[in-house]
């Protein structure tokens, strides 16, 4: 089994900043893109920003030049540094991970786990 497990969200007057991490565990070989989505009620899940393993990354239009995707390989993390926040940047962000991993017998299999959310919530 692999888990991702988030934290770092909460409430924030409108231009600061939060930082999210989400750190995946478990019998992991290996793990390929990393990205960060937020939901907000009554609406689709979108990406806001990922990374592979090699560094290369994609922001979503609405976040660019305030996001930074980041992650340290070592410890199976990825970090969403959030600068001059909006009150629409309020939702639920999850994380999600392409993970490689060992099942039960020395099989490997491919998941792509959700975190379990954190709220970001940004008032003005």
């Known amino acids: 089994q692999v888990q991702l497990v988030e934290s770092g969200g909460g409430l924030v007057q409108a231009g600061g900043s939060l930082r999210l991490s989400c750190a995946a565990s478990g019998s992991i070989l290996s793990i390929d893109t990393m990205g960060w989505y937020r939901q907000i009620p009554g609406q689709q899940r979108e990406l806001v920003a990922d990374i592979t393993n090699g560094g290369r990354t994609t922001y979503a239009d609405s976040v660019k030049g305030r996001f930074t995707i980041s992650r340290d390989n070592a410890k199976n993390t990825v970090y969403l540094q959030m600068n001059s926040l909006k009150p629409e940047d309020t939702a639920v962000y999850y994380c999600?991970?392409?993970?490689?991993?060992?099942w039960g017998g020395g099989t490997s299999r491919i998941s792509s786990p959700w975190g379990q959310g954190t709220q970001v919530t940004v008032s003005s």
């Open positions: 999600n991970a392409n993970v490689l991993w060992i």
